[in-house]
């Protein structure tokens, strides 16, 4: 089905109840598929979500002689004896930004990688300049030319270093802990970011047998050793998919029990919930969401890396400070602009003035039904809750961009009571789901 054409139709404002699943981590799930490409034996790779990024990264992988076996919708078996550093087809690698891991894991297992410049959500600049200076640091030569990143190394074998990065990045942390894990000596990333979804990675490659010490904190370090066997591991769950569930409750004032999740995950996004007056309960691998009668509080919001407040649940929280009552701020202090969603809340009656980096939200009472459009993933969520929590019908079309980082959504929202379907082209009419 080709999901570009479709259009989400929701009639919205009612309050939401029951329980949410959370699925696996989209940003883990693909780093740690290209990561397999460092063992000759065969993986198992258990809790993946159904959803494009990761049916993109499995079509790449097969590209470059990667056997692929689904054992059930949520689990592959991984064989990647016969890859070969072919160049993957550039249409795959410009879908999404993960793909840039084939080059730091064809580095690791080959000494050598020719990659199309990757995809992605449409930030304004997305640069790879750290990644290549960790690579450079390992004693691979490397460059951009004509849209592909080339990289090789001498004798083939790449040497540890220590990297200071000179800024934090996710992609350039896991990157470079993928062309160190078999390179020989020791590899020590400074400055290293701390998300999850890096000690994820990190987890799996240990499960494989590589030494990597530190994920998770500022300083890691890698003993790069000759060879990793196969191993069997399981995603974690996607945080930024239980901190859009978290505030559809909040947002739509319903209850909502957010289950399969790690609650310190979600620190920084339960902190700020509580903060505007949103009633947030642990219990054990789930959170309870509810606001009552309570008006949502204005607060001040600036996105951080891990574990400061995700700047993926960005337009997520966009759309509640649209309801919040009063002036609240939201600064977006990770990419150069992140502010493309605030045109299409507008289109729905929402109050918002961006300057530069930061969005002032003056609260209004509700939102009103549009038309509108998913200007990337984590937007197209946003629009999502901003569609359910305001009466009337709302139609979002470019849905394919949400469709690449939540899987099952429409199931998942109809069972705690959304009316909710998806509409797709059919000569002049809609088939409706
Ligand atoms: C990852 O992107 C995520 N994507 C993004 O999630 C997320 O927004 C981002 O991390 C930050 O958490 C995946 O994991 C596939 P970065 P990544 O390198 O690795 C600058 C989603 O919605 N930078 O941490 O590309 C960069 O410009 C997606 O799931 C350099 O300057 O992000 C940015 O300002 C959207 N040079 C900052 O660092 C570099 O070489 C953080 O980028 C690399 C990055």
């Given at each position: 089905?080709?999901?570009?054409?479709?259009?989400?139709?929701?009639?919205?404002?009612?309050?939401?109840?029951?329980?949410?699943?959370?699925?696996?981590?989209?940003?883990?799930?693909?780093?740690?598929?290209?990561?397999?490409?460092?063992?000759?034996?065969k993986?198992?790779?258990?809790?993946l979500?159904?959803?494009?990024?990761?049916?993109?990264?499995?079509e790449?992988?097969?590209?470059?002689?990667?056997?692929?076996?689904?054992?059930?919708?949520?689990?592959?078996?991984i064989?990647?004896?016969s890859?070969?550093?072919c160049?993957?087809?550039?249409?795959?690698v410009?879908?999404?930004?993960?793909?840039?891991?084939?080059?730091?894991?064809?580095?690791?297992?080959?000494?050598?990688?020719?990659?199309?410049?990757?995809?992605?959500c449409?930030?304004?600049?997305?640069?790879?300049?750290?990644?290549?200076?960790?690579?450079?640091?390992l004693?691979?030569?490397a460059?951009?030319?004509?849209?592909?990143?080339?990289?090789?190394?001498?004798?083939?074998?790449?040497?540890?270093?220590s990297?200071?990065?000179?800024?934090?990045?996710?992609?350039?942390?896991?990157?470079?802990?993928?062309?160190?894990?078999?390179?020989?000596?020791?590899?020590?990333?400074?400055?290293?970011?701390?998300?999850?979804h890096?000690?994820?990675?990190?987890?799996?490659?240990?499960?494989?047998?590589?030494?990597?010490?530190?994920?998770?904190?500022?300083?890691?370090?890698?003993?790069?050793?000759?060879?990793?066997?196969?191993g069997?591991?399981t995603?974690?769950?996607?945080?930024?998919?239980?901190?859009?569930?978290?505030?559809?409750?909040?947002?739509?004032?319903?209850n909502?029990?957010?289950?399969?999740?790690i609650?310190?995950?979600?620190?920084?996004?339960?902190?700020?919930?509580?903060?505007?007056?949103?009633?947030?309960?642990?219990?054990?691998?789930?959170?309870?969401?509810?606001?009552?009668?309570?008006?949502?509080?204005?607060?001040?919001?600036?996105?951080?890396?891990?574990?400061?407040?995700?700047?993926?649940?960005?337009?997520?929280?966009?759309?509640?400070?649209?309801?919040?009552?009063?002036?609240?701020?939201?600064?977006?202090?990770?990419?150069?602009?992140r502010?493309?969603?605030?045109?299409?809340?507008?289109?729905?009656?929402?109050k918002?003035?961006?300057?530069?980096?930061?969005?002032?939200?003056?609260?209004?009472?509700?939102?009103?039904?549009?038309?509108?459009?998913?200007?990337?993933?984590?937007?197209?969520?946003a629009?999502?809750?901003?569609?359910?929590?305001?009466?009337?019908i709302t139609?979002?079309?470019?849905?394919?961009?949400?469709?690449?980082?939540?899987?099952?959504?429409?199931?998942?929202?109809?069972?705690?009571?959304?009316?909710?379907?998806?509409?797709?082209p059919?000569?002049?009419?809609y088939?409706?789901?």
């Open positions: 089905m080709d999901t570009s054409k479709g259009k989400i139709i929701i009639s919205g404002g009612k309050p939401l109840y029951g329980e949410i699943p959370v699925s696996g981590m989209k940003n883990a799930a693909v780093a740690i598929l290209f990561s397999t490409i460092l063992t000759e034996d993986c198992i790779i258990e809790n979500p159904d959803i494009s990024d990761v049916n993109v990264s499995l790449i992988l097969r590209s470059i002689g990667v056997k692929v076996r689904h054992l059930d919708k949520n689990t592959v078996e064989d990647s004896s890859a070969a550093p160049v993957a087809p550039y249409e795959l410009s879908k999404m930004r993960a793909s840039y891991y084939l080059i730091g894991a064809e580095l690791g297992r080959f000494g050598r990688a020719f990659v199309g410049l990757p995809g992605g449409d930030f304004g600049v997305r640069p790879i300049d750290q990644h290549i200076k960790g690579f450079e640091a004693g691979a030569d460059k951009i030319d004509g849209g592909y990143i080339e990289a090789s190394c001498p004798d083939g074998v790449l040497h540890g270093n990297v200071y990065m000179d800024v934090v990045t996710v992609g350039g942390t896991i990157n470079l802990m993928l062309a160190a894990v078999r390179a020989e000596g020791i590899t020590v990333i400074e400055n290293a970011a701390h998300e999850p890096i000690v994820d990675t990190a987890n799996f490659l240990n499960a494989c047998g590589a030494d990597i010490r530190g994920a998770g904190t500022g300083v890691i370090k890698i003993l790069g050793v000759k060879k990793l066997h196969g069997t591991y995603i974690v769950p996607d945080m930024i998919e239980a901190g859009t569930f978290m505030i559809l409750a909040a947002a739509t004032g319903g909502l029990k957010v289950t399969n999740l609650p310190k995950h979600m620190d920084s996004v339960t902190a700020k919930l509580c903060e505007m007056g949103v009633k947030v309960e642990e219990d054990g691998d789930s959170l309870t969401v509810s606001r009552g009668d309570e008006e949502l509080q204005h607060v001040n919001v600036k996105t951080q890396p891990y574990p400061g407040f995700p700047t993926d649940m960005n337009p997520q929280m966009g759309v509640l400070l649209c309801l919040a009552k009063g002036i609240s701020h939201l600064t977006e202090n990770v990419w150069e602009s502010f493309r969603y605030v045109e299409e809340l507008k289109r729905m009656g929402a918002i003035q961006v300057n530069g980096r930061t969005a002032e939200f003056t609260g209004v009472p509700s939102l009103h039904a549009a038309s509108v459009r998913a200007v990337d993933l984590r937007a197209g969520s629009m999502v809750i901003a569609a359910l929590a305001t009466p009337g139609e979002i079309e470019e849905i394919h961009h949400i469709f690449r980082g939540y899987e099952n959504l429409i199931e998942k929202l109809r069972a705690i009571g959304a009316d909710i379907k998806v509409a797709y059919e000569n002049i009419s088939n409706v789901f």
